[in-house]
Structure formats: structure tokens, C-alpha cells
């Protein structure tokens, strides 16, 4: 087997540069070929604010659904933070909010009364 990998060759990086990268839009950060902003309804009116603890590593994934959400929803109801803690965020939880995050104690979001929450957590 280490035969094989020694036959190989050598890294080429010349082979990927900048001017190879495929276009993306703007607005959903797909690659422009499979764009999927005519299937997303703009500024859908919601009354809960959301707020979405993103990793850094998140920012890069191929599929990452934030670009999405942050389409689909008005831009005062829709806050993404980046980073790998959150000690800060209090002073952003000044009003009724819900974490959404899977657990032994959660609680099915069809249980919690419509109107409960202003604000909604995405972690």
C-alpha cells in the first residue's frame, strides 16, 4: 500500500488558483450554477427575532444553510454571531428567548405556546 502513495506525484499548486473559482451569488452563497434564491421567499414577516451562535468553521462548509436563512428572513429579525464562545451574548437576552438545541430535557417546539418567545437562539 505505501508502494501506491509513493508513486504518486508531487502537489502541483499552480493547478488551483484564484482566477479557476467558480462565481457565487451574492446572496445565497451557493455557487452560481445552483443558485437557489428564486425558491426562497424574501422577508418572510415574523415577529421573533432569531439569532444564530455560528463556528467559524460553519462560514466555510459547502452547504451552509445561515446565507439561506438570512435571505428568507427581514434583516432586523435575523442576528448571526461567529465565534467559538459566546460568554457575551447576555446583554442580547434582554428579552423572553428560546434556545433551540437538541437534549435529553428539550422540549418539542410544538409544546411552547405561539407568542411565549420575542427571541429564538440557533446554536
Given at each position: ?11 502541483d499548486p499552480s493547478c488551483t488558483t484564484d482566477s ?15 443558485c437557489v434564491c428564486h425558491f426562497i421567499k424574501k ?10 451562535l455560528q463556528h467559524p468553521a460553519e462560514q466555510t ?63
Amino acid at each position: 500500500m505505501d508502494d501506491l502513495f509513493n508513486e504518486l506525484p508531487d502537489f502541483d499548486p499552480s493547478c488551483t488558483t484564484d482566477s479557476v473559482r467558480r462565481s457565487t451569488c451574492q446572496n445565497c452563497a451557493r455557487p452560481s450554477t445552483v443558485c437557489v434564491c428564486h425558491f426562497i421567499k424574501k422577508h418572510i414577516p415574523v415577529k421573533t427575532k432569531v439569532i444564530v451562535l455560528q463556528h467559524p468553521a460553519e462560514q466555510t462548509r459547502q452547504l451552509r444553510t445561515v446565507p439561506l436563512l438570512k435571505a428568507a428572513l427581514p434583516e432586523d429579525k435575523c442576528q448571526v454571531i461567529v465565534g467559538k464562545r459566546f460568554n457575551d451574548i447576555e446583554e442580547l437576552l434582554d428579552r423572553p428567548t428560546a434556545l433551540l438545541f437538541p437534549g435529553k430535557d428539550a422540549v418539542e417546539c410544538s409544546e411552547v405556546p405561539p407568542g411565549k418567545y420575542e427571541q429564538l437562539v440557533l446554536s
